[in-house]
């Protein structure tokens, strides 16, 4: 009697625990989503940012064809990008660059610099981009933050068997990890 | 991180409790000094279980109020905004409410009772005298305090501390109704009632326990929340430079008060250089450590 007790206590203390351990790697697994999907809406509020600029630019500096057909060609190329991480690093990275040119034509043109909606559009840009690398840095803690329940003793022997895959950072190619050379 | 949340969870469940007993020793006591009896201590844990509601469900609207602040034009406020948003992204938190302080001293405080119940007030002295990265490490450091669960126990406090003061001063004031003696009119005889005597020694120390409790809500929390932000921002010089702004300014923080002092970012109170009664009594309760160690500490980072 008192051994079925036990057998039942532990049956039951087991199925508790991997319900906890099962819903937990759920909501980490979630959370992964929620980030990657987060960073493609900052990409893509960035891209909507770019026709404002460039008209605002044009209104000042319509001779700097060549720096604006830049940043279009650039802006479309991201557009078109393949959603595989490592396509959007490449289109996003010469977006970044093509950007930095034109916020430099602010200082050889000091109307445009005291352009209100241009400087408005600079702060919005920059703190895009900001939203951007944040969002990937929540992305890699929240895989961090998987890997490591995943991985873990007595998680990972079941998991193992439900099947839940470790993650891959989202990483810097080559290309971001050296800082962008500009030209003037 | 998360046995720091429940600490701070447990924390806050222990504040109150604590509260609640106070109130009903300081209505007890209260209650044979003016001479309601019971009633004292009945009166005394219901206003205090009230108090105990209210501030757990308004005690972010009572801290902003009582600085002043009002709530930020996202038009006006652009930047403060788009930093907010980007912290907000890279800690997974829901964006809190962004509040404005007109005062020149540069500060910021964070309250509210849990992540989706938050707001963030900064001074237009901060927004003034930072750049945009001092700016986000100041940012990231209040979103730390929300993150941690700092902001239920350091808000409940704010309410607490000032309702517990508030019983203690009407009990003193009530006590001279009855003439300053420790018993009615009506009591037969002039034996002195010794419960009394224990009673008015507990409203003389009702307050500093309260001041204690505030100081319970430790330093060690701020220097936590420093190293979170810049777990956040990845880039520690930013709240470095900002904190040495912070300290080679002087200005006082006139929108903070006593009972909010330990919610902002910087010790709001001029009580570090300070000479005479005043100013050992701040040292005392210094509610944040000195910026010099908090600097001095994100430089090892």
Same mark, same amino acid.
């Given at each position: 009697m008192v051994f079925l007790i036990i057998v039942i206590a532990v049956v039951v203390l087991l199925a508790i625990y991997l319900i906890l351990a099962y819903n937990g790697l759920i909501r980490r697994r979630n959370q992964i989503e929620n980030a990657w999907s987060q960073i493609d809406v900052q990409l893509k509020r960035r891209l909507d940012l770019i026709p404002n600029l460039v008209e605002t630019v044009k209104g000042y500096a319509a001779h700097e064809r060549e720096t604006l057909d830049r940043v279009i060609q650039a802006r479309n190329a991201a557009m078109q990008a393949p959603s595989d991480p490592h396509a959007q690093a490449a289109a996003d990275n010469a977006l970044t660059g093509a950007l930095k040119s034109v916020f430099a034509l602010g200082e050889a043109y000091p109307d445009l610099k005291a352009n209100q909606n241009f400087l408005q559009l600079q702060e919005e840009l920059t703190a895009t981009e900001g939203r951007v690398a944040y969002a990937r840095q929540f992305y890699n803690d929240s895989v961090l933050d998987y890997n490591n329940k995943l991985q873990q003793v007595p998680t990972m022997y079941f998991a193992r068997i439900l099947k839940f895959e470790r993650r891959e950072y989202f990483e810097a190619d080559e290309a971001a990890r050296t800082t962008p050379q500009i030209s003037f | 991180m998360f046995e720091l949340i429940r600490s701070n969870k447990r924390r806050s469940v222990a504040l109150v409790a604590s509260f609640v007993v106070v109130a009903g020793i300081v209505g007890l006591a209260a209650g044979y000094l003016v001479g309601f009896g019971w009633w004292g201590i009945a009166i005394a844990i219901v206003i205090a279980g009230v108090t105990a509601f209210i501030s757990y469900w308004k005690a972010d609207a009572i801290a902003l109020a009582v600085s002043r602040a009002h709530p930020a034009d996202p038009q006006q406020y652009r930047r403060l905004y788009n930093l907010v948003e980007g912290l907000c992204i890279a800690s997974g938190l829901p964006q809190p409410r962004v509040y404005v302080v007109d005062d020149p001293a540069p500060n910021a405080f964070a309250t509210g009772r849990n992540p989706q119940n938050a707001a963030i007030a900064v001074t237009t002295g901060l927004l003034d005298k930072l750049n945009r990265v001092e700016l986000e490490g100041v940012i990231a450091h209040e979103l730390a305090h929300i993150k941690n669960y700092d902001i239920l126990v350091s808000t409940l406090a704010v309410t607490l501390v000032g309702a517990v003061a508030l019983i203690t001063d009407m009990s003193i004031r009530m006590m001279w109704?009855?003439?300053?003696?420790?018993?009615?009119?009506?009591?037969? =005889?002039d034996h002195g009632n010794p419960l009394a005597i224990l009673g008015f020694a507990l409203l003389i120390v009702a307050p500093i326990v309260a001041k204690a409790m505030q100081a319970a809500i430790s330093r060690k929390r701020e220097t936590l929340a420093d190293i979170s932000a810049c777990q956040l921002t990845r880039y520690p010089p930013g709240l470095i430079s900002a904190l040495e702004k912070l300290r080679d300014d002087v200005t006082?923080?006139?929108?903070?008060?006593t009972a909010t002092?330990?919610?902002?970012?910087?010790?709001?109170?001029? =009580?570090?250089g300070d000479q005479g009664r005043l100013g050992s009594m701040h040292r005392l309760f210094?509610?944040?450590?000195p910026l010099e160690e908090r600097i001095a500490l994100l430089k090892e980072l």
């Open positions: - | 109704w009855n003439g300053g003696r420790s018993r009615r009119d009506g009591d037969q =005889g006082v923080t006139h929108s903070a008060t002092a330990h919610l902002w970012i910087e010790q709001p109170m001029s =009580g570090v210094d509610t944040h450590p």
